[in-house]
């Protein structure tokens, strides 16, 4: 493994050259933990610790709640004049992490644009950042991108060498935003390799995420010049294995009893211990209190044990409710995550702080269950959610995804003036109209394809939508997805699909077996023009309908487009190329309408396609699969008609016997 093959490479030189010893190291660095902690590290854990201590670049990715923030406080606990700079995106998440490392006996400070004003903490009667930065000896500098290029006292700091000398490495926390962010949202995400020049070379820099997909990944290494090559890379895949999800169909964003059947019975409930513990997201502001009312509603006894947070809440409503849900007060906490679409920095910190306290996991681990009202924007968001629960593995947690019925159905692209097509504003009809709606902060969702003047009810991300499509494994498709390595087998039930799996179903009804060699029923058959030994013309199958149409259409167009999603997901993910580009819709459409009975037709239907070499047979395998079903039920449904029909014709002939049996006279009696 490149990984251990560096990092065993960094050893043998850091021993020739300062006699260092790995063996005591790690050893030093798990004692010290369960000195502060009064439990064990992870070895995984003192692998990134320890490549750090090195010098490597590393990257790890690992699920909610798995412990990456404990890597990058060991180095500075063996190192205690050292400091680590640690990025991270959001005031809040610095202020907690700083709380975390003060926690186990280090130093550290938030430093953003509220803490580094003289006169804003003068006013605040709090200590100067900027004198606190350069007179005491921190272990933790936690800053966000735009404080390291733009404010020029702290860029001052970073650049001065007695910085140089202390600093230990550089931690991007929360990664993908480096990707998600680094356009016109957050532009000093773009910017961040530039830190290399600002510090001395060979300081490492470590990236941390729980969903990192390859593209994104190599997005994330490249905004970094992290090279995975020589890099100490360590990938644990972000599954929750105590934690079920499931995806349920509600009848429209405004469905709020589809809440109802994931909740305890009413009747069952009787104080706030017997409602278990989880929140409900919601994509807008105004829908978690809707949601909080209805939920209310149903356990009017425990309205207190309910509760919203959002963005507009106040400061002190936020610390009230955070610390209340901490200590199980508040039981079910209905909640939005708002996020990147606000383009004004300031207003995104504040919008953005109140429930990022969610992400501290550590501190909140026995929620129950998470409750996403309505498709997210992305998969990454999606688990990212998820994986609130559950953080104590053993609570056997459940993410259930409701999800609206228009994203299932396809409506007429409407017209502009003129006769152009113009596509209709993707919103859910049932979703707030007044602007209240809440982003939630995930990758940019995609437009969708047009086909034939028809455009999906809701727009959803592609991969969002074979998620929530999918009939498989969902664990299966995410860890394609993420490219996770083997997961350890659920604690409890895997997902929603593999129990229906697990169901009995019912047994198809009995088909009558067509003699080997026989026509298909479902094709049309002619008389031959050649005449055979016996002067009769043999009935010759014909080669049926040249065209797909109707239903038989929607669902080869439906197949196809669930083979391209795949197909992008298990062999292009990584690269440039977008799934569109695998089979583009002109040419899904024509293969979908007009039947290929070969290679050579399918090659002339769509000459221009890029990839007929490599997947020309897989579309074949997947009109034929589409064909046989369709021809298989017409078939039985033709074979229940005849049979429907001779039964009503035996039942024909039993009345008209009985009428006639009824209508008979008596024979005369003889004497």
């Given at each position: 493994?490149?990984?251990?093959?560096?990092?065993?490479?960094?050893?043998?030189?850091?021993?020739?050259?300062?006699?260092?010893?790995?063996?005591?190291?790690?050893?030093?660095?798990?004692?010290?933990?369960?000195?502060?902690?009064?439990?064990?590290?992870?070895?995984?854990?003192?692998?990134?610790?320890?490549?750090?201590?090195?010098?490597?670049?590393?990257?790890?990715?690992?699920?909610?709640?798995?412990?990456?923030?404990?890597?990058?406080?060991?180095?500075?606990?063996?190192?205690?004049?050292?400091?680590?700079?640690?990025?991270?995106?959001?005031?809040?998440?610095?202020?907690?992490?700083?709380?975390?490392?003060?926690?186990?006996?280090?130093?550290?400070?938030?430093?953003?644009?509220?803490?580094?004003?003289?006169?804003?903490?003068?006013?605040?009667?709090?200590?100067?950042?900027?004198?606190?930065?350069?007179?005491?000896?921190?272990?933790?500098?936690?800053?966000?991108?735009?404080?390291?290029?733009?404010?020029?006292?702290?860029?001052?700091?970073?650049?001065?060498?007695?910085?140089?000398?202390?600093?230990?490495?550089?931690?991007?926390?929360?990664?993908?935003?480096?990707?998600?962010?680094?356009?016109?949202?957050?532009?000093?995400?773009?910017?961040?390799?530039?830190?290399?020049?600002?510090?001395?070379?060979?300081?490492?820099?470590?990236?941390?995420?729980?969903?990192?997909?390859?593209?994104?990944?190599?997005?994330?290494?490249?905004?970094?010049?992290?090279?995975?090559?020589?890099?100490?890379?360590?990938?644990?895949?972000?599954?929750?294995?105590?934690?079920?999800?499931?995806?349920?169909?509600?009848?429209?964003?405004?469905?709020?009893?589809?809440?109802?059947?994931?909740?305890?019975?009413?009747?069952?409930?009787?104080?706030?211990?017997?409602?278990?513990?989880?929140?409900?997201?919601?994509?807008?502001?105004?829908?978690?209190?809707?949601?909080?009312?209805?939920?209310?509603?149903?356990?009017?006894?425990?309205?207190?044990?309910?509760?919203?947070?959002?963005?507009?809440?106040?400061?002190?409503?936020?610390?009230?409710?955070?610390?209340?849900?901490?200590?199980?007060?508040?039981?079910?906490?209905?909640?939005?995550?708002?996020?990147?679409?606000?383009?004004?920095?300031?207003?995104?910190?504040?919008?953005?702080?109140?429930?990022?306290?969610?992400?501290?996991?550590?501190?909140?681990?026995?929620?129950?269950?998470?409750?996403?009202?309505?498709?997210?924007?992305?998969?990454?968001?999606?688990?990212?959610?998820?994986?609130?629960?559950?953080?104590?593995?053993?609570?056997?947690?459940?993410?259930?995804?409701?999800?609206?019925?228009?994203?299932?159905?396809?409506?007429?692209?409407?017209?502009?003036?003129?006769?152009?097509?113009?596509?209709?504003?993707?919103?859910d009809p049932d979703s707030d109209s007044d602007g209240s709606s809440d982003s939630d902060g995930g990758e940019a969702a995609?437009?969708?394809?047009?086909?034939?003047?028809?455009?999906?009810?809701?727009?959803?991300?592609?991969?969002?939508?074979?998620?929530?499509?999918?009939?498989?494994?969902?664990?299966?498709?995410?860890?394609?997805?993420?490219?996770?390595?083997?997961?350890?087998?659920?604690?409890?039930?895997?997902?929603?699909?593999?129990?229906?799996?697990?169901?009995?179903?019912?047994?198809?009804?009995?088909?009558?077996?067509?003699?080997?060699?026989?026509?298909?029923?479902?094709?049309?058959?002619?008389?031959?023009?050649?005449?055979?030994?016996?002067?009769?013309?043999?009935?010759?199958?014909?080669?049926?309908?040249?065209?797909?149409?109707?239903?038989?259409?929607?669902?080869?167009?439906?197949?196809?487009?669930?083979?391209?999603?795949?197909?992008?997901?298990?062999?292009?993910?990584?690269?440039?190329?977008?799934?569109?580009?695998?089979?583009?819709?002109?040419?899904?459409?024509?293969?979908?309408?007009?039947?290929?009975?070969?290679?050579?037709?399918?090659?002339?239907?769509?000459?221009?396609?890029?990839?007929?070499?490599?997947?020309?047979?897989?579309?074949?395998?997947?009109?034929?699969?589409?064909?046989?079903?369709?021809?298989?039920?017409?078939?039985?449904?033709?074979?229940?008609?005849?049979?429907?029909?001779?039964?009503?014709?035996?039942?024909?002939?039993?009345?008209?016997?009985?009428?006639?049996?009824?209508?008979?006279?008596?024979?005369?009696?003889?004497?």
């Amino acid at each position: 493994m490149p990984a251990e093959q560096d990092e065993h490479e960094a050893r043998e030189k850091a021993r020739r050259k300062n006699k260092y010893d790995s063996a005591k190291t790690r050893r030093d660095l798990a004692r010290l933990f369960q000195e502060q902690e009064r439990k064990d590290a992870y070895e995984w854990q003192i692998d990134v610790a320890e490549a750090l201590i090195l010098g490597l670049d590393a990257v790890v990715i690992a699920g909610t709640g798995a412990g990456k923030t404990i890597p990058f406080m060991l180095p500075v606990l063996l190192h205690r004049d050292k400091f680590v700079l640690i990025i991270s995106p959001l005031k809040i998440l610095q202020e907690d992490q700083a709380n975390r490392f003060k926690q186990i006996g280090l130093k550290a400070a938030a430093v953003n644009g509220d803490t580094y004003s003289r006169e804003l903490q003068k006013a605040r009667q709090l200590h100067n950042a900027s004198r606190d930065l350069h007179t005491q000896t921190h272990n933790a500098i936690l800053t966000s991108p735009e404080m390291c290029f733009e404010h020029q006292d702290f860029r001052k700091f970073l650049r001065d060498d007695k910085t140089g000398k202390r600093i230990l490495a550089v931690i991007v926390d929360e990664a993908h935003c480096a990707a998600q962010w680094a356009g016109d949202f957050r532009p000093h995400y773009g910017m961040l390799n530039r830190l290399r020049a600002l510090l001395p070379v060979g300081t490492p820099i470590l990236a941390t995420s729980a969903t990192l997909s390859p593209s994104v990944l190599t997005e994330v290494c490249s905004g970094l010049d992290l090279d995975l090559d020589t890099s100490f890379f360590m990938n644990l895949g972000n599954d929750r294995p105590n934690i079920t999800p499931s995806v349920v169909e509600m009848n429209s964003g405004k469905d709020y009893a589809a809440i109802d059947p994931h909740l305890p019975n009413p009747e069952d409930v009787h104080s706030r211990d017997d409602l278990p513990k989880g929140i409900i997201f919601t994509n807008a502001v105004k829908k978690t209190q809707v949601i909080c009312r209805h939920i209310r509603q149903l356990y009017p006894q425990c309205r207190g044990a309910i509760d919203f947070l959002h963005a507009h809440r106040t400061a002190k409503a936020k610390r009230r409710i955070m610390k209340q849900f901490r200590k199980g007060k508040i039981k079910i906490l209905v909640a939005t995550e708002a996020a990147g679409m606000v383009r004004d920095l300031a207003l995104f910190f504040r919008v953005r702080s109140c429930l990022n306290a969610l992400r501290r996991g550590a501190d909140i681990p026995d929620i129950e269950f998470i409750i996403q009202f309505g498709v997210p924007s992305s998969l990454a968001v999606w688990i990212q959610r998820a994986g609130r629960a559950g953080r104590s593995y053993h609570i056997r947690a459940r993410a259930i995804l409701l999800v609206e019925k228009s994203m299932f159905q396809r409506r007429k692209r409407r017209k502009k003036g003129g006769g152009k097509e113009k596509s209709a504003p993707f919103l859910d009809p049932d979703s707030d109209s007044d602007g209240s709606s809440d982003s939630d902060g995930g990758e940019a969702a995609h437009a969708e394809p047009v086909v034939d003047g028809m455009e999906w009810g809701k727009n959803v991300d592609p991969v969002m939508r074979e998620y929530i499509s999918t009939t498989l494994c969902r664990r299966d498709m995410t860890d394609r997805y993420f490219n996770n390595p083997l997961r350890r087998e659920p604690t409890g039930d895997c997902c929603d699909n593999c129990i229906a799996m697990q169901q009995p179903s019912p047994s198809p009804p009995p088909k009558t077996p067509e003699p080997v060699g026989s026509p298909s029923s479902s094709v049309h058959s002619t008389p031959s023009k050649d005449r055979n030994a016996n002067g009769k013309r043999a009935m010759v199958r014909g080669a049926g309908p040249k065209t797909r149409c109707k239903d038989h259409l929607k669902r080869t167009r439906s197949a196809l487009e669930s083979w391209r999603v795949n197909t992008y997901l298990r062999d292009y993910s990584s690269t440039s190329l977008t799934y569109e580009v695998l089979l583009p819709d002109v040419y899904l459409r024509s293969v979908a309408s007009h039947r290929s009975k070969d290679l050579d037709e399918l090659g002339a239907l769509i000459p221009g396609w890029a990839f007929f070499d490599e997947h020309g047979e897989d579309v074949l395998l997947v009109l034929s699969r589409v064909d046989n079903a369709v021809r298989e039920e017409r078939e039985q449904e033709k074979a229940a008609n005849k049979l429907a029909r001779r039964q009503e014709m035996l039942q024909r002939q039993a009345d008209r016997e009985a009428e006639r049996a009824a209508n008979a006279k008596p024979a005369k009696k003889t004497r």
